[in-house]
């Protein structure tokens, strides 16, 4: 009886105070739109940092001069089967000087007379292990092989690209826990005016015996209920517009399946569950405040 009375009249608020609904709703709609993208973003963005750690983490193995070809592909076997190797490539001397005339053209012939270029091996790894400790170790350990005349990769680089990720990261956390906040003070305040515009109501109740749990529930559940309406408006102007960017980005076509259900779900979630912190607090707060007298 209790829980269905709850409902019954946090439902009901929701006609009784249309104004304040729509204010709240909308209000609420916008902060979890800037959530959804904010979290679309950092999604994203977290995919091309780990793309961009592999290039940045990039290693090349530079095998001897007089290494057997066979030895060198035994080389290249090996480590493909590292664990944590992404994608592993044999260049052969032939094909280093290819590549050495596409990056120099014609100006660079006059260094070709004899061939120079050692044969070599390039590795990415997997993002969890593109770090500059991690990668450092693995330079040492590789430089120890037989047959290997030097391992390089650009590790001040990789640096300098971990410390710019990691204070965009502390910059986008910041700004998404701000709109979270505002949403649920916003939607606090919101039940605040309700409360205030019902006070006779709740004094009436508290005189009979109703208990503050019992006054607050339907408060809660006209809180849920406006999340619950901005969460669903919210993903769909947040699927409207994922689907509008990826026709410019084709990019993100491939993750338009579990990503998107998941990011849209989370906004309906969000939007429910914003809306239950702020009633929540709003009302255990103000409830408390109404005067017997």
Same mark, same amino acid.
């Not at 290249?76 to 994608?87: C, D, F, K, L, S």
């Given at each position: 009886?209790?829980?269905?009375?709850?409902?019954?009249?946090?439902?009901?608020?929701?006609?009784?105070?249309?104004?304040?609904?729509?204010?709240?709703?909308?209000?609420?709609?916008?902060?979890?739109?800037?959530?959804?993208?904010?979290?679309?973003?950092?999604?994203?963005?977290?995919?091309?940092?780990?793309?961009?750690?592999?290039?940045?983490?990039?290693?090349?193995?530079?095998?001897?001069?007089?290494?057997?070809?066979?030895?060198?592909?035994?080389?290249?076997?090996?480590?493909?089967?590292?664990?944590?190797?992404?994608?592993?490539?044999?260049?052969?001397?032939?094909?280093?000087?290819?590549?050495?005339?596409?990056?120099?053209?014609?100006?660079?012939?006059?260094?070709?007379?004899?061939?120079?270029?050692?044969?070599?091996?390039?590795?990415?790894?997997?993002?969890?292990?593109?770090?500059?400790?991690?990668?450092?170790?693995?330079?040492?350990?590789?430089?120890?092989?037989?047959?290997?005349?030097?391992?390089?990769?650009?590790?001040?680089?990789?640096?300098?690209?971990? =410390?710019?990720?990691?204070?965009?990261? @502390?910059?986008? &956390?910041? /700004?998404?826990?701000?709109? *979270? $906040? !505002?949403? #649920?003070? %916003?939607?606090?305040?919101?039940?605040?005016?309700?409360?205030?515009?019902?006070?006779?109501?709740?004094?009436?109740?508290?005189?009979?015996?109703?208990?503050?749990?019992?006054?607050?529930?339907?408060?809660?559940?006209?809180?849920?209920?406006?999340?619950?309406?901005?969460?669903?408006?919210?993903?769909?102007?947040?699927?409207?517009?994922?689907?509008?960017?990826?026709?410019?980005?084709? =990019?993100?076509?491939?993750?338009?399946? @579990?990503?998107? &259900?998941? /990011?849209?779900?989370?906004? *309906? $979630? !969000?939007? #429910?569950? %914003?809306?239950?912190?702020?009633?929540?607090?709003?009302?255990?707060?103000?409830?408390?405040?109404?005067?017997?007298?």
């Amino acid at each position: 009886m209790s829980l269905t009375y709850s409902i019954r009249e946090g439902l009901a608020g929701l006609r009784r105070a249309r104004f304040a609904t729509v204010a709240a709703t909308s209000a609420m709609t916008v902060a979890l739109v800037l959530i959804g993208v904010f979290a679309a973003v950092g999604y994203h963005a977290h995919q091309v940092t780990n793309w961009l750690r592999q290039r940045v983490g990039e290693i090349e193995i530079f095998l001897e001069d007089d290494v057997d070809e066979n030895v060198a592909r035994a080389l290249y076997a090996r480590v493909q089967a590292i664990p944590g190797v992404a994608e592993a490539r044999y260049i052969s001397r032939e094909e280093a000087r290819q590549i050495f005339l596409e990056e120099f053209g014609r100006e660079g012939e006059v260094f070709l007379d004899e061939p120079f270029l050692p044969a070599s091996i390039r590795v990415r790894f997997e993002p969890s292990m593109a770090a500059p400790d991690t990668l450092a170790r693995m330079v040492r350990w590789l430089s120890t092989w037989n047959h290997v005349d030097e391992v390089v990769f650009n590790q001040p680089l990789l640096v300098k690209v971990q =410390q710019n990720l990691r204070l965009i990261t @502390l910059i986008g &956390l910041a /700004l998404g826990l701000l709109v *979270v $906040l !505002a949403a #649920v003070f %916003l939607v606090a305040n919101t039940i605040r005016l309700t409360v205030y515009a019902r006070r006779l109501l709740i004094r009436t109740m508290k005189l009979v015996g109703a208990t503050d749990s019992f006054i607050r529930r339907p408060f809660v559940v006209e809180g849920m209920a406006q999340g619950l309406i901005a969460g669903l408006l919210a993903a769909g102007i947040v699927a409207l517009g994922y689907q509008m960017v990826a026709g410019y980005l084709p =990019q993100l076509e491939g993750s338009q399946g @579990l990503f998107l &259900l998941g /990011l849209l779900g989370g906004i *309906v $979630l !969000a939007g #429910v569950v %914003l809306g239950w912190l702020g009633a929540a607090w709003a009302a255990r707060r103000f409830i408390r405040q109404v005067p017997l007298h």
